[in-house]
Every structure is written in C-alpha cells, then in structure tokens.
C-alpha cells in the first residue's frame, strides 16, 4: 500500500476519534449537575448513540494496522512504479566498494531541510534487504539524512545497563556535517569509522531544584567527547548519556561522582570491560582488567575539588580530566608522568619534558602548538593529543612503556585484541593532526536511537511530529534537597597556626525513606580562611534533605612543644537556613579503627574491622557497613550491621564482613563505628586495584586519586589488593611528628595491601618492596604558606609510636605529589610540611622545648647530597653526644646504615648517594637519669658533621631544658557526650 493511503487511513482514524472524544465529553463527560438533571433513559440513548461510532473508529484502526503490517514487508525498488510517491523515494545503502549492505542494521539521522542549518528531526535504527533498501518505511518529513551502518554492540557487564558502546561506519567524513538527499545510493564507508560510548553517569546526592550543577556536568561531558573525538582521529566519541542522582545506578555508572570535596579523580585501567580479562602485551607482560569505575570529587581545577567556579566541570582543567580518566578506563592506557626504576619514582612527562609549559613558553616541545602537544596520559592540562610514534627519552621508563611496551597509538590498534575481539575496530592515523570538530557526531551526544516500527510511523504522522528519540532522566529524588553553607567552629581558644595544622571530615546521614535504606554520605572538607581563636573555616554539603543527621570530626596532629587536638560534632541539619554555624565539642575517646581486606583470589571477599580505644567504652561498639549505591546504602541487616566482638579489658574488638552474604564487597564504602556513651569513628575507604602497574597476580590497578602503589619488579605468587582510608587513629595523632615538620597536608591514609592465602601480612610487612605515591592540593599548601618543595613524606611506626620521615625519591610541582622510595612496609603515611630550608641544604632540627629532662631529645638532621656530583659518592655525618647525655637510641636513617657506637658515644651515618638523593638520620638522646637538675644547662646545645659527597658542614640544634615541673594548665574539656 502506498504512503499517500496510508495517511489517508491515519487521518480517518485520528478524525474519528475526535469525533468519539467531541461526543463522549458532550454526552457522558458533561459537569455533575448537568448529568444529574438527566433521566436514565437520556443517558441510555446517549450511549447507544455512541456505539456506531466506537464500531466505525474500530474498523479504521484494524484496516489501518493490517496496511502497515502489509507495507512493513513491501520494499519498492529504486525502479518502482511512478506513482510511488516522492517521500518514500527507494533508498539503496552500499559500502565503498558498491556492495549492497544486505541485511545491516543501520542507524538514520533524518534532517528537517526547511531550517537552516537543517536540524536533526529523527534518529532511527533501520534493518535492510539482501539488495542494501530499507525493510522499514522512512519517516515523510526526511529529505537530509546521514547514516552509520551498526558493525558491533558491546555489552557492558554492568547493573542495569546494555550497552558499553556501538560500533559504526558512517557515510560522511569526520568533522564534516555532510547530510546526503533521502534518494538513490548512499555510501557507507569503513575508513569513517566511529566508535560511540554509551555513557552513564550517577551522582552521590540529589542536586538543589537551584543548582546548575547536572546542566554543568553535560555541558563538560560533551566538550569531554569533543577532546576525545579530537584525540582519536575522529574515531571515538560519548553517544547515549543517562545520568542519575541520590546515589541511583551508581553500581552501574561508567563515571561515579562522589558528594565530597576533596576526591581527586581516579579510574581502574581497562574498568570497562564486562567480566576479569586476562591480556598479555607486546613485552610479555601478563595483567588482568576487571571492570571498575571513574571516581570524581564535586568539582577539579587541577589540585582540588572543592571551586564550584573555577572547578566546574565545564572548564579546561575538570573536562580533560574525566578525558584522561577514560582513557585509563576505556582505552586501557596508562600514565606517562613518571618513570619508575629501582630508586623510585621520578617525574617526566611524555613525549617531551617541558610538556607543562606548552602555551605558557613557546619554545617548549620544539615550538610544538598545544594542539598537537603530546601525550594526554602526561599532563593533559597542555597536550591534546596521545604519543603517537617513536621512542622519545622521556617515555622509555613510564607506565604505558613498562606495561604495553609501546606508543599509545599502537595500543589503539590493539583495542580489539585487548578486549578478545576478532576485528580491529580502530586505525592508526597517518600523522597527527589537530582536529576533527564534533561535526555530526555531536548531534549524537546525549541521544539514544530508536526502532523504526510502524507504531513509531502512525505516531508521527497522527501527532504531527517527531519523537525526539532522547532518554529521559529518572527523577529519583525521594524529597526535597537543598544546599547548605556550614561554618565550623570548635569549643577551645587557638592561635591561627593550630587552627591551620587542623583537618576537618565531614559526613551527613540520610534518613530512610520509602523503598530506600538509610544512606551515608562523606561530604569532604572544610575550605576558606580560618580565623582565629575558633573558626575552621566553611563548607558547602550537598543533598540536605529534612531529617539529615551531621558528623564532623576536626583533629590535629601534635608537633613538638603542642598537644594534639579532636574534637566532634553530632546533630540534626537541616535543608533551611542556607546559612548555618556548628561548634564541634573536645573529644577525648581515643579511638583507633583499622580496616584489613581478605582475599579469596584477586576479589575482596571479606573486610575485617578492628577497634581499640584508649579508655573503656560503656557498651559493646556497633559496626554500620555503607555503599553510596542507593539500593543498599546502609542495611540494617545483619551483614551490613554488626556487633564487634573481643575483650574489653584489652579495649579491643574486632567483627568480619563477609562478601557471601553481601553478593559482593563495595569497592568504595564506608564504616561507621557506634558505642553506648556517645564514642563514634566514621571513615571512608577504597580500593585501588593490585600493586601496579601491572602484572597476572590482581586486577590492573586504579591511576591517579590520592595514592597509587607500585612494585619495580611485578609481584608473583600471590594476588594481592590495596586498600586505602583516612587514617582513624587517635594515638597517632598524639604522636608528635618530627623535629623539622610543623603540619600535615590532609589527613594521613591508611595504607593496606592485601595478600591472598599464605602470603597474607605478617606486622604490615610486604614479601617484596612496592613504591608508593602519594598526592595533595594545592588548597592544603595555601592554608600552611606553604610550596611543593617544602614537602615531605612521614611515616608512623606503631611500635616506638612515633612518626619518622621518609626519604623520597620524586617530587611533581606541577602535578602535586610525592613518591617513596622502595619499602615493605604498610600502615600510615601522610605529606607533611617541612620548616623552610629542609631537604634544600644540610640542617639539624631539634625539639624547641621546653623539654622534661625525664623525657628523650629527638634530633632530626636533614642531608641532602651535593647536586655537583656526577657518580654514586660515600657521605657521612659523625654526631658526638653531648655532656650529661647517656644514650642515643632508636637510631634511623633512610639511607644508608645508621648506629650509635656507646663506646665513642658517637651516632654515625655513612652511606653511597647519588646527586638528588635526600638522607634522614633521626635518633632520640637521653639525659643521665643520675644528672642533678641543678647541674644541668638550661639549653642543650647538639653539634654534628656532616658530610654531602663534596663538602662538609658543622650542623648545630639546641633543646631547651625543662628542669621543674611545669605550672597546671587551665584547659576546660568538653565530652562528646555532651552532643
């Protein structure tokens, strides 16, 4: 049958059920009062003058649904009679060969020609015959279209979802917005190949009805799809986008986005496969992709999450980076901003050095322009393009090298294999070049194409428009949110300087509501100036709906000469005032909360919580196991929700998550620790994959975010998995940290990496050495006056329960983060700032004091090597004690062998360096318990030589002495009860 008597049925039928409507609402739909006035009988012949219209408009509808099952089998060839008419003129799809596409599915982009530019009216999927014509009639209104053949669908493993991506050849060149005329042969080309994305996204929290932020993050998505067209010769793109809020899908999101505002985003390479895939590289390296996620703060500007402005997802800085997380996550790429050898981790950035000063200087990259500046796995703030070819001196030792052992480009090409497909989706670009534009791609973003049915035919031709084929968002919001700005203050009188050394967490509890669990959400950190003597500065917590409950935690580190400080706060907030002040109370709970994976091969299977206070506790302590996922959030059952068990007079209790019960362990969550008294921890935690940066014993290892562990050697033998928190450890805080280091950048992390079996750990020691990363803001350093170069990295020893620094071996200015040296230890690391000076030239720190003489002296000297020397060089440092001193015990150092010889009452260090290499030679003196307080000085005056490999220097601290018992201090301290 014809189109022109299809319409003819169509606008029958639609004219009678006009009619059927005019003549129901005129008979039987008339007002209450009118109806009553009617007798029965009036209301009976009213309906049975009805029924031969309903029987006229039934007839219609069947004559007209038999002619569309009749047209939807009846192709008419290009040579059809004359009387076809023009808008269903025959359509022939061939390839660049002039085969027919027989029996593809093809995907039609229709464009309304009476505006100008044509405009996309309908976006169809289509199947052909043997002869390459359609199988479905083609909408009236489509002179323009464009077409892509649907070579492969990918499916993506994940909950809820179908999709990872589609696969197409396209009928117009990249960049171009080629449309061709609905008529005759269209070309299908396989040079034009495209690669779309289906991109889900879940927020933590639900957005305010006020917020721009959703209009944002699609706004930065598709300049995101926009540089990753650019980046791949026009060959990959987002397509179908679905993006949910209040934790909804998140189990399911390609791209996570956590409510905190201090996440730095992260990604597990190759997270996007649909189940554990196992790959060997060119090199022979073994690794295992496992699929994942991308985590993201709220916002990025580059080192922090917390700048709704300059952090906005629609912004350079936060949309290249969700560009450079994809392509850890969906390209299987690794990073090229360090190298990695058996001293450590370095900084260098691929393809050329000064790749950060692209734009800024032009002579750097060879007067490279940044739209052909390499690579994007390097410093993707200035490059735009991936390494493309050869073996430039500053790729040779990083990751993407170490695991792929070749150029980014070469991995594309792999992408197939990578992945257990037969056919190689992607091509090698003859060079690089700058571009393509979105071109049509971009109508694609956010669009999802549908069926070409008849039912989709009648609509559109009945309603008088198009479907716009575009999914809608789910609105999952359970309640009103709104947006609240807190002040935090604390219950004591400090000085500026405390008030900077304090960190502050943030969490909020969402009630249960209908169909949902309670939820725990960890909100970040406070941000802005802090004012003396209480203020610690503000925050912005997302999602407040009434009946949310508001934990904050504030601590600070104790340094030499000062205590150190938490305090807590436990209340309802709600949505309303914007503007909202708290005071955290004194706390002195003292809890510690350690949190220990268990593996049953490269999965964690079970989480093992373990407790310890320092005082008793007034009740057995409850553990509350959370997911940001809002079918689970926080169950109250009995896996998700436990009571600890063990012995109180030892002020320590332990309980075991187990997976069985839990289908899975999250691999980002939180724990929540209640005792009867009012004693509450609460943390977050993550896992980061296996050691990386690749090996057969784990799953290929998360890139980026806060921390980032990594062995020289691959590790074998054992599947392993990293675990990270922020350290819940009050007795390290009490701990002082080193003489020489007078704050911490953030809260330290609790570093944990898990072994399967028999290698399980024994005293947080590993069988192998790894080398850790660890990364900090920029906020952080502002907040301290402080500048990358005054960075160092602590470690804390529970057994002598202090902190010692650690010699590290790079340093990133640009990129923000410090790399150990290789070590087999596991436990807590924090970034802590350094006096001035430190690490810069050879110096000795002492503790200032006043200090009991009852009490050891800690010393810290500080040796950096001569940057002159040119081979590995002895150096030395010779500390005589001084009088009245017995002992100096323990003795560390990072280098080389440290000791101290009670004969010579000597501590020595002698040890190879090389130029860059920093020593640290910490050690603790003892004044003669059987000195006379009388005789001793008021100061300690301690005196070393040190030598650098080319120079020796006379290094001198001093200690003063507190020889009387101090006056009592004034201090009032609130219980957290009081909350």
Not at 28 to 44: E, V
Not at 49 to 73: E, K, M
Not at 433 to 452: S, Y
Not at 835 to 846: H, I, L, N, R, W
Request: glycine letters at 8%.
């Amino acid at each position: 049958m014809g189109r022109k008597s299809l319409t003819t049925l169509a606008q029958l039928e639609f004219l009678a059920l006009q009619l059927l409507d005019c003549a129901f609402h005129t008979t039987i739909g008339m007002p209450a009062d009118r109806a009553l006035a009617h007798n029965k009988g009036d209301l009976m012949f009213n309906h049975r003058r009805l029924l031969p219209l309903l029987i006229l408009t039934a007839l219609l509808h069947c004559a007209f649904v038999l002619a569309l099952l009749c047209s939807a089998f009846v192709v008419l060839p290009i040579d059809a009679a004359a009387s076809a008419p023009v808008a269903v003129a025959p359509l022939r799809f061939v390839d660049e060969d002039g085969a027919a596409l027989a029996g593809a599915t093809l995907r039609l982009l229709c464009y309304d020609d009476r505006q100008n530019p044509p405009e996309l009216s309908a976006d169809l999927l289509f199947t052909t015959d043997q002869a390459g014509f359609l199988q479905q009639p083609l909408p009236a209104d489509c002179p323009l279209l464009a077409a892509l053949q649907v070579l492969h669908r990918q499916p993506v493993g994940k909950v809820g979802r179908d999709d990872a991506y589609w696969v197409y050849n396209t009928s117009w060149e990249p960049g171009s917005r080629t449309l061709i005329p609905a008529t005759g042969e269209v070309i299908v080309r396989s040079e034009w190949r495209l690669v779309l994305f289906d991109l889900a996204v879940a927020l933590e929290w639900e957005p305010s009805a006020a917020s721009t932020y959703l209009d944002e993050l699609r706004q930065g998505l598709f300049a995101a799809s926009a540089a990753l067209y650019d980046a791949t010769a026009g060959q990959m793109a987002f397509g179908p986008l679905t993006i949910t809020t209040a934790g909804a899908g998140w189990d399911g999101a390609d791209i996570q986005v956590r409510a905190a505002n201090d996440y730095r985003p992260t990604a597990p390479v190759g997270g996007i496969v649909a189940q554990t895939t196992a790959y060997t590289t060119p090199t022979a390296a073994q690794t295992v992709y496992a699929p994942g996620a991308i985590v993201l703060g709220r916002y990025w500007d580059g080192f922090d999450a917390a700048d709704p402005v300059a952090g906005a997802w629609t912004e350079p800085p936060a949309y290249r980076t969700i560009l450079h997380e994809w392509m850890h996550y969906a390209l299987f790429l690794y990073d090229e901003y360090q190298e990695l050898d058996a001293r450590g981790r370095w900084e260098t950035f691929c393809t050329c050095r000064d790749l950060p000063q692209v734009g800024i200087d032009p002579q750097a990259c060879g007067q490279t322009p940044p739209q052909l500046a390499a690579s994007l796995m390097s410093y993707h703030y200035t490059a735009s393009q991936l390494w493309f070819d050869g073996l430039p001196a500053a790729c040779v030792s990083t990751d993407q090298y170490r695991v792929h052992g070749e150029p980014d480009w070469a991995t594309l090409a792999r992408w197939h294999t990578i992945q257990g497909q037969p056919e190689d989706w992607l091509r090698k670009p003859a060079q690089t070049t700058a571009g393509p534009e979105l071109g049509l791609v971009g109508d694609l973003f956010g669009r999802r194409p549908e069926i070409a049915v008849a039912h989709n035919l009648y609509l559109s031709i009945v309603q008088g428009q198009m479907n716009t084929h575009q999914r809608s968002q789910p609105q999952l919001a359970l309640t009103t949110t709104n947006e609240v700005t807190l002040s935090v203050t604390i219950s004591a009188a400090l000085t500026l300087t405390e008030l900077n050394r304090l960190h502050v967490q943030l969490y909020t509890l969402e009630p249960a509501t209908a169909g949902r669990p309670p939820r725990l959400l960890y909100q970040g950190t406070t941000t802005g100036l802090r004012r003396a003597p209480n203020e610690v500065g503000r925050a912005t917590l997302v999602g407040i709906q009434p009946e949310t409950e508001l934990r904050v935690f504030v601590t600070g580190p104790a340094i030499p000469g000062a205590p150190h400080y938490a305090f807590y706060y436990s209340g309802e907030i709600e949505p309303a005032p914007a503007q909202q002040t708290i005071q955290a109370l004194r706390d002195d709970t003292a809890l510690r909360l350690d949190l220990q994976p268990g593996l049953v091969g490269a999965a964690m299977q079970a989480l093992t919580v373990t407790l310890s206070s320092r005082t008793p506790l007034a009740g057995t302590p409850t553990a509350q196991l959370c997911t940001p996922d809002a079918a689970t959030g926080c169950p109250q059952e009995p896996a998700w929700r436990q009571t600890l068990t063990g012995d109180p007079a030892n002020l320590t209790w332990r309980t075991v998550f187990t997976a069985p019960a839990l289908g899975s362990m999250p691999p980002i969550g939180a724990i929540q620790i209640t005792a009867p008294g009012g004693a509450e921890v609460i943390r977050w935690f993550q896992t980061l994959g296996a050691v990386g940066p690749g090996h057969r014993w784990g799953h290929a290892p998360r890139r980026d975010g806060l921390l980032a562990v990594d062995a020289i050697t691959p590790v074998a033998e054992a599947d392993n998995l990293v675990l990270m928190m922020p350290m819940a450890n009050i007795p390290a805080l009490a701990a002082p940290l080193p003489p020489g280091i007078d704050g911490l950048l953030g809260l330290p992390l609790d570093v944990d990496v898990g072994l399967a079996g028999a290698a399980a750990r024994q005293d947080d020691q590993l069988p192998a050495p790894v080398v850790m990363t660890f990364f900090f803001g920029q906020a952080e350093l502002d907040r301290l006056e402080s500048s990358t170069t005054q960075t160092q990295l602590l470690h804390f020893r529970p057994g002598p329960n202090r902190w010692e620094v650690l010699s590290f071996s790079g340093r990133s200015p640009h990129l923000h983060w410090l790399a150990t040296r290789p070590l087999a230890e596991m436990g807590i690391f924090a970034v802590g700032r350094a006096s001035a000076g430190f690490g810069v030239t050879p110096q000795m720190f002492g503790d200032p004091g006043p200090t009991p003489v009852e009490q050891p002296l800690r010393f810290l000297i500080a040796l950096p090597a001569s940057t002159n020397i040119m081979t590995p060089t002895m150096g030395t440092i010779q500390n005589p004690l001084p009088p009245f001193v017995a002992t100096a015990e323990p003795v560390t150092c990072s280098l080389g062998e440290c000791f101290f010889d009670p004969v010579a009452r000597m501590v020595f260090w002698q040890g190879e360096v090389q130029a860059g290499d920093l020593v640290v030679l910490s050690y603790d003196l003892h004044i003669d318990p059987g000195t006379p307080p009388s005789m001793l000085p008021p100061v300690l005056i301690n005196q070393a030589q040190a030598f650098d490999g080319e120079a020796e220097y006379i290094l001198t601290a001093q200690t003063q002495l507190q020889t009387e018992a101090p006056a009592a201090r004034g201090d009032v301290r609130e219980n957290r009860a009081a909350n």
